[in-house]
């Protein structure tokens, strides 16, 4: 079965970069998304079809993915930002499949 | 506004069925599927299956399969998920979540969740 490695966690101070990595076999050949979940909330739509993002996400999320890797960076990182981040894709043997999830802190 | 409601916390015993419901608005209910995903404690996102609007097409992550049923009522735009033969194992959040019917599935909404508690 198809699987995503991300990192477990990230640690960041107020106004850096952060930059979250999901890796995959030949992830580039499929779009990648990702979700920001906080304690106690349902995830939320971040970056879609690797680089999209939705409306009412700020244009400090960005996205990238190619060749094995799919990557996610925050800029201007603030406290609001910190969460839980999972990538996701779909497979056509496994179907969707979530990465194990980044934990981000803000320090 | 795009709107997904799931019911309300179960508690079952080991061995026994729970059926949630997800009640969609705000949107063409034909334009999208709806997918289920869960969440054990402490633990990363899970995904169940998929159903078509209409209830005509389901594919189930092959861990649940024989487990898991998804159905549709399209009169009331909800969907269900029924998972059975509890253990403790299946105690997590569940959520519904909508994708596009076209293209690579993500998930722009997601329900609020429901609590799934098994225990004997």
């Known amino acids: 079965s198809y699987e995503l490695t991300q990192p477990p966690s990230l640690s960041v101070t107020p106004g850096q970069t952060a930059t979250i990595s999901c890796s995959g076999d030949?992830?580039?050949?499929?779009?990648a998304s990702w979700y920001q979940q906080k304690p106690g909330q349902s995830p939320i739509l971040v970056i879609y079809?690797?680089?999209k993002r939705p409306s009412g996400i700020p244009d400090r999320f960005s996205g990238s993915n190619s060749g094995s890797t799919a990557t996610l960076t925050i800029s201007g990182i603030q406290p609001m930002d910190e969460a839980d981040y999972y990538c996701?894709?779909?497979?056509?043997?496994?179907?969707?499949?979530f990465g194990g999830g980044t934990k981000l802190t803000v320090v | 506004q795009v709107q997904l409601v799931q019911s309300g916390a179960e508690v079952k015993k080991p061995g026994a069925s729970v059926k949630i419901s997800c009640k969609t608005s705000?949107?063409?209910?034909?334009?999208?599927?709806l997918h289920w995903v869960r969440q054990a404690p402490g633990q990363g996102l899970d995904w169940l299956g998929i159903i078509n609007p209409s209830g005509e097409f389901t594919v189930y992550a092959e861990k649940f399969q024989g487990r898991v049923a998804m159905t549709t009522d399209t009169s009331t735009r909800t969907i269900y998920m029924e998972l059975s033969s509890l253990r403790s194992e299946d105690t997590a959040v569940y959520y519904c979540a909508r994708a596009p019917l076209v293209g690579d599935p993500y998930f722009d909404h997601w329900g609020q969740g429901t609590v799934v508690t098994v225990s004997s």
């Open positions: 996701q894709v779909w497979d056509t043997s496994t179907a969707v499949v």
């Open positions: 030949k992830l580039g050949d499929q779009y």
């Open positions: 705000g949107y063409t209910f034909t334009s999208y599927y």
């Open positions: 079809q690797d680089a």
